[in-house]
């Protein structure tokens, strides 16, 4: 705990379209640099609006997220772009891969919004696609793909630009059993290199991998 990459202060998310919900209030938290983390807790009791502020995909209504001592809640919509286009990698439930592009194309993309030069980017992206076991998939497109090798190439793709911080948000959800083991036997493998990696789920087997977790409820923090 003496050396957090990521750290929250009393953040507060409130949603007010004419019903008032609090979905997260007064959450603070640490996230060690190196370390393997799991947000546990029911559906519907935060956990995905804790990693979307953690990760700048959303701000909050109050508190403060800092990522490496910059504040992120404070940095404007372009600075925000730039930090999660190169220093966070997302992976999210549903893939959200391009349907039109193969899996090369689609890790691709990240680092063309980064900026990344072209030859540069198809070299990372082999290589990339290598390390999470999808080598003879290059040219393969989503709908020619498992669920499982679609979550790699999403794991791939969130590692495109070399980021410091890697937020999934139930990663597994969508898997066989089979599927998931062999996604975590990635997230393994990117952990063991050195990443920060912040996880939610539900699931026992997932947070069965993490050094630390958290758990949601009700918006808050349990103490544990």
């Not at 995909?57 to 508190?63: A, C, E, F, Q």
């Not at 404070?74 to 286009?85: D, K, Q, V």
């Not at 893939?95 to 990372?124: D, H």
């Not at 070399?162 to 089979?178: A, C, H, I």
Request: charged letters at 25%; glycine letters at 10%; a neutral charge.
């Amino acid at each position: 705990m003496s050396d957090p990459i990521l750290r929250a202060e009393g953040l507060t998310k409130v949603y007010d379209g004419g019903y008032r919900t609090v979905a997260l209030e007064d959450v603070t938290l640490e996230i060690p640099r190196g370390s393997l983390t799991c947000i546990m807790g029911p559906s519907g009791h935060g956990k995905s609006t804790l990693l979307h502020l953690l990760g700048g995909l959303d701000r909050p209504t109050s508190g403060r997220v800092y990522l490496d001592g910059e504040d992120l809640t404070a940095a404007s919509p372009r600075r925000l772009a730039g930090i999660r286009s190169r220093r966070l990698g997302f992976v999210f439930q549903f893939f959200n891969l391009l349907p039109m592009l193969t899996a090369l194309e689609n890790v691709q993309t990240a680092m063309l919004l980064a900026g990344v030069p072209r030859r540069e980017q198809e070299a990372r992206a082999r290589e990339l696609l290598r390390l999470v076991g999808l080598e003879d998939k290059l040219h393969a497109k989503p709908n020619q793909l498992s669920g499982g090798q679609r979550q790699r190439v999403a794991i791939a793709r969130a590692l495109a630009n070399d980021p410091d911080l890697l937020l999934m948000d139930e990663p597994t959800g969508n898997l066989d059993s089979r599927s998931e083991e062999d996604l975590l036997e990635q997230v393994r493998a990117v952990h063991a290199r050195g990443k920060t990696v912040v996880i939610v789920t539900h699931s026992d087997t997932v947070a069965a991998l993490a050094e630390r977790t958290v758990t949601i409820r009700d918006g808050r923090v349990v103490p544990g």
